[in-house]
């Protein structure tokens, strides 16, 4: 949907300015490589669930911390 970047403006200006920021001074960045799977994960079940109109079971993949 088109009212996402209007929406989150400020979340999505926070994100890139921490992503940058790590970038810049070398630290870990606050949101990992992992939760971002997990987003993906969780939305990729959710759009799933929509289109059959059923539950989905979500399976985690194993993943180190």
Not at 9 to 30: C, Q, V
């Amino acid at each position: 949907p088109t009212h996402f970047p209007e929406r989150y403006a400020e979340a999505y200006r926070l994100e890139l300015s921490a992503f940058i920021e790590a970038i810049e001074t070398g630290k870990d960045p606050e949101i990992t490589a992992k939760d971002g799977l997990m987003a993906l994960v969780l939305a990729n079940a959710a759009d799933k669930s929509a289109h059959s109109n059923q539950p989905v079971v979500i399976d985690y993949p194993n993943m180190k911390e």
